[in-house]
């Protein structure tokens, strides 16, 4: 091996394990203000929130957890990570439907409440009852793809992005098959894959949106929102504004509910916003209001591929670690062993 290419394989490794760290520090951020508004979320933490946080004992999804503690959004991909990791015949669809039913399972076992999200739930509810895998998640248009989706950015290449789409839709479409959903699962991946290869920001989210136009192209959706062009919308949001006037603007003009053409955006608009600084990206994500876990998660794992570890603070990254027995790094590391 080369010194350059030992060189490029470093800062792949780095970007990798900074993306799957980003998604994770997002996720913890937002626990604690998931399901919150804009104005319960400073009137119980602050305007712009500036570490962790415990949950409240009262706190409808998630009550009474640790500060720095993650949640589905992690917790599922990292479930993903797994199973791509051991598809070497082909991801298999059934069993990924069995290992989220397990999870769902383990979250009551520890008195959570934040399960499977309704496309998910109603689509593992479908393959049970017998339903073609591919047909069970027709009506999912929720952001559970996209939330879960940041592992195929590392596995799969920027070079081909006929190709990267098409992993997106293999593992996505038990449970999200429509327009909408898949292409803002792919815009994410897009993204993190981009910056993975050492995409600038701008080449990134220039590769979402070919990404996310790819996958509406192969679509009938005429009677779905066109995510591309939110996604267009909300990077312009982004570049104009910062701060408390952004959070604004994404609540007022984007949206921050769990529907895919709300929060995927949402998530644009933050990245471009902070192009060097993803702690205070996913603080802000996190700061939003309404599913601020996940807009959170998605921002942090693109702001980490673009950014690299360094766009977080390493006490912040060792404490989300710790606080939940993580080992990031060798996932990181094994999903770039089967990158292509």
């Keep these: 091996m080369t010194a350059k290419r030992s060189r490029n394989e470093d800062v792949k490794g780095a970007r990798a394990f900074a993306t799957l760290t980003g998604l994770a520090l997002g996720d913890a951020l937002g626990m604690p203000t998931q399901s919150l508004t804009r104005a319960e979320v400073v009137a119980?933490?602050?305007?712009?929130?500036?570490?962790f946080y415990a949950s409240r004992p009262d706190h409808p999804f998630a009550p009474g957890l640790a500060a720095a503690t993650v949640t589905d959004d992690t917790e599922q991909a990292l479930i993903l990570a797994?199973?791509?990791?051991?598809s070497t015949s082909g991801f298999d669809?059934?069993?990924?439907?069995?290992?989220?039913?397990?999870?769902?399972?383990?979250?009551?076992?520890?008195?959570?409440?934040?399960?499977?999200?309704?496309s998910t739930k109603r689509a593992l509810s479908n393959v049970e009852a017998g339903v073609d895998p591919s047909q069970a998640g027709t009506s999912g248009t929720t952001n559970g793809a996209a939330m879960r989706i940041a592992p195929v950015g590392i596995v799969a290449s920027s070079t081909n992005?006929?190709?990267l789409v098409n992993r997106v839709i293999e593992v996505s479409v038990l449970t999200h098959n429509t327009s909408v959903a898949l292409a803002g699962a792919a815009a994410v991946a897009a993204t993190i894959s981009a910056g993975i290869d050492g995409a600038s920001l701008e080449d990134g989210v220039d590769l979402a949106l070919a990404a996310a136009r790819l996958l509406e192209a192969s679509f009938?959706?005429?009677?779905?929102?066109?995510?591309?062009?939110?996604?267009?919308?909300?990077?312009?949001?982004?570049?104009?504004?910062?701060g408390t006037v952004l959070i604004e603007a994404v609540s007022t003009e984007i949206g921050t509910s769990l529907a895919t053409e709300e929060s995927v955006p949402a998530a644009f608009a933050v990245l471009v916003a902070n192009p060097d600084d993803g702690w205070l990206a996913c603080r802000i994500a996190a700061s939003l209001g309404g599913d601020t876990d996940t807009i959170s998660a998605m921002t942090g794992a693109m702001?980490?591929?673009?950014?690299?570890?360094?766009?977080?603070?390493?006490?912040?990254?060792?404490?989300?670690?710790?606080?939940?027995?993580?080992?990031?790094?060798s996932v990181a590391r094994d999903l770039l062993q089967i990158r292509r």
Excluded: M
Aim: proline share 5%.
């Design 82 to 86: 797994d199973e791509l990791l051991g």
């Design 44 to 51: 119980q933490f602050e305007p712009v929130l500036t570490t």
């Design 303 to 329: 702001s980490g591929a673009l950014g690299g570890p360094l766009t977080f603070p390493s006490w912040a990254v060792e404490k989300v670690a710790h606080t939940n027995h993580l080992d990031l790094a």
């Design 161 to 163: 992005l006929e190709a």
């Design 93 to 118: 669809v059934h069993h990924y439907a069995r290992r989220l039913l397990e999870w769902e399972k383990g979250v009551r076992e520890r008195g959570l409440l934040d399960l499977l999200g309704p």
């Design 220 to 242: 009938d959706a005429s009677a779905a929102p066109v995510i591309s062009d939110r996604i267009e919308r909300a990077i312009g949001i982004g570049r104009r504004l910062s």
